[in-house]
C-alpha cells in the first residue's frame, strides 16, 4: 500500500514563495515518476509538474514554467514543490500523486495516468 502525504502549504502574499513536501511511503517510491497536481474552488484537477523515476527529466504545465520546479530525494521518499513568484490564480489544494506507470515513455499530464493520491494541501495567495 503506498501512501503519500502532503505538506508546506500555507497563506502566503503574491509574489512570495512556498514549498511543498510529498512524504510516500513504500520501498518502491525511488522506481516511479511522480506529479504534483492542483484543483481551484469549482475548477477541474490541473496537472502543475512531473517529474521521472531518477529526477533527470521533469515537465511543466506552462502556467506554471519559470516559477515552480519539481525536485525529489528517493533517499527520503520525498518529492517537493518549490513555489516562486507566487500569483493569486495558484491559489489551490496542492495534491501530488505517483505514476501508473513505473517509467513511462514520456512525463504524463493526465491525472488518469496517476494511480495513489495524497489528502492535499491548501495554498493560498493574497494580494
Known amino acids: 500500500q503506498v501512501q503519500l502525504v502532503e505538506s508546506g502549504g500555507g497563506l502566503v502574499q503574491a509574489g512570495g514563495s512556498l514549498r511543498l513536501s510529498c512524504a510516500a511511503s513504500g520501498r518502491t517510491f525511488s522506481s516511479y515518476a511522480m506529479g504534483w497536481f492542483r484543483q481551484a474552488p469549482g475548477k477541474e484537477r490541473e496537472f502543475v509538474a512531473a517529474?521521472?523515476?531518477?529526477?533527470?527529466?521533469?515537465y511543466y504545465a506552462d502556467s506554471v514554467k519559470g516559477r515552480f520546479t519539481i525536485s525529489r530525494d528517493n533517499a527520503k521518499n520525498t518529492v517537493y514543490l518549490q513555489m516562486h513568484s507566487l500569483k493569486l490564480e495558484d491559489t489551490a489544494v496542492y495534491y501530488c500523486a505517483r505514476s501508473r506507470v513505473r517509467v513511462p515513455v514520456r512525463l504524463q499530464q493526465s491525472q488518469y495516468e496517476y494511480d495513489y493520491w495524497g489528502q492535499g494541501t491548501q495554498v493560498t495567495v493574497s494580494s
Open positions: 517529474i521521472n523515476w531518477s529526477g533527470g527529466s521533469t
